[in-house]
């Protein structure tokens, strides 16, 4: 997913709109919670962060060990380096097939 965002914004996609997309088909497949940090110079010369998140993500404790997965690459254009965050909160399964088997704490 990232390098599908990262490619769209080399191809001169907006952020705003690729940022967007990348919630919107995250969402679709079946995450609970998503976050997208988009970080750089986005527009002028000085360095901004966005931040899309669609949900509430689990920052802390045990269980952003097992539900929370992360992406990081970084994306070179023409007015610098951009950095790209994707974190995805998983839902909860319990044969575990594919998410985690372990179930939330409260």
Same mark, same amino acid.
């Given at each position: 997913?990232? *390098?599908?965002? *990262?490619?769209?914004?080399? #191809? #001169?996609?907006? @952020?705003?709109?690729?940022?967007? #997309? ?6 679709? *497949? ?6 997208? +940090? @988009? *970080?750089? $110079? =986005?527009?002028? &010369? ?6 899309? +998140? ?10 952003? $060990? ?5 992406? +990081?690459?970084? +994306? =070179?254009?023409? &007015? ?12 909860? !399964?319990? &044969? #575990? ?6 179930? =939330?704490? !409260?």
């Amino acid at each position: 997913v990232v *390098s599908t965002q *990262s490619t769209g914004l080399i #191809g #001169g996609l907006a @952020v705003r709109r690729a940022c967007y #997309g990348v919630l919107r088909i995250i969402m679709e *497949s079946g995450a609970k919670v998503c976050e997208v +940090v @988009v *970080s750089g $110079n =986005l527009r002028g &010369q000085r360095a901004k962060r966005m931040k899309f +998140v669609d949900g509430l993500m689990l920052h802390t404790g045990e269980p952003k $060990n097992h539900y929370v997965d992360t992406a +990081v690459r970084r +994306v =070179l254009l023409r &007015q610098g380096v951009l950095g790209i965050k994707v974190k995805i909160m998983l839902t909860h !399964d319990p &044969q #575990g097939k594919c998410v985690p088997k372990v179930p =939330l704490p !409260d």
